[in-house]
C-alpha cells in the first residue's frame, strides 16, 4: 500500500477517517497522508475508494491472492 501521488494528497483526512485499523495518519510536518502502520492494513480497500484525488495505491504486495480450488 502507497500513496502514489504524494503531490496530490490534499490533507483532507478522509483516508484516516475511514481506515478501519488506523494505518494512515496525517503528517504533521507536511500535511499529507502517511501509511504508518503497513503491516496493520487489512486491504479493505477504504482508503482507496474514498480519496478525492485518487492518491492512493493497494500495491501488489499487499493484495488479496487468488485462491483456486482445482477438485
Known amino acids: ?13 478522509i483516508c ?4 478501519p485499523t488506523d494505518v494512515i495518519r496525517i503528517d504533521p510536518a507536511s500535511g499529507k497522508a502517511a501509511i504508518v502502520y503497513p503491516a496493520d492494513c487489512q486491504i479493505c ?13 493497494i500495491t501488489p504486495e ?7 480450488s482445482w477438485g
Not at 16 to 19: A, D, G, L, Q
Open 62 to 68: 499487499k493484495t488479496i491472492p487468488v485462491v483456486v
Open 16 to 19: 484516516v477517517e475511514t481506515c
Open 45 to 57: 480497500h477504504l482508503c482507496r475508494m474514498y480519496c478525492p484525488v485518487d492518491a492512493i495505491t
Open 1 to 13: 500500500m502507497s500513496i502514489n501521488n504524494i503531490d496530490g494528497c490534499i490533507g483532507c483526512g
